[in-house]
Nanobody, 123 residues
Framework: QLQASGGGLVQAGGSLRLSCLASGLPYSRYGMGWFRQAPGKEREFVAALNGNGVGIDYADSVKGRFTVSRVNIKNTMYLQMNSLKPEDTAVYYC??????????????????WGQGTLVTVSS
């Protein structure tokens, strides 16, 4: 089970930190990812990291502004979002994949999904 939290309303240029708490998984063996879905659009990849948090991948649209990390002893993944833009407005989902070593961008790799947390960036 995955539980995402930390969403909210923020002005453009502001920051938010999302969290994803996992339970019932051998957490360090799972790669993790963040995806987002804006109204009327498909769910898209945001960031991913492998089981030990060393292998990391970002979508070009967030590179340099977002930072993904994980603390395995807490079964938690984070997404620090800085310099937020209105186009970052979306429901953000965390996901887990049994692929341990390679960060995955494709949704089909992910076996478990959280419920989503809404991020709204006002202009």
């Amino acid at each position: 089970q995955l539980q995402a939290s930390g969403g909210g309303l923020v002005q453009a240029g502001g920051s938010l930190r999302l969290s994803c708490l996992a339970s019932g998984l051998p957490y360090s063996r799972y790669g993790m990812g963040w995806f987002r879905q804006a109204p009327g659009k498909e769910r898209e990849f945001v960031a991913a990291l492998n089981g030990n948090g060393v292998g990391i991948d970002y979508a070009d649209s967030v590179k340099g502004r977002f930072t993904v990390s994980r603390v395995n002893i807490k079964n938690t993944m984070y997404l620090q979002m800085n310099s937020l833009k209105p186009e970052d407005t979306a429901v953000y989902y965390c996901a887990a994949t049994s692929e341990t070593w390679i960060p995955r961008r494709v949704r089909d790799w992910y076996d478990h999904w959280g419920q989503g947390t809404l991020v709204t960036v006002s202009s």
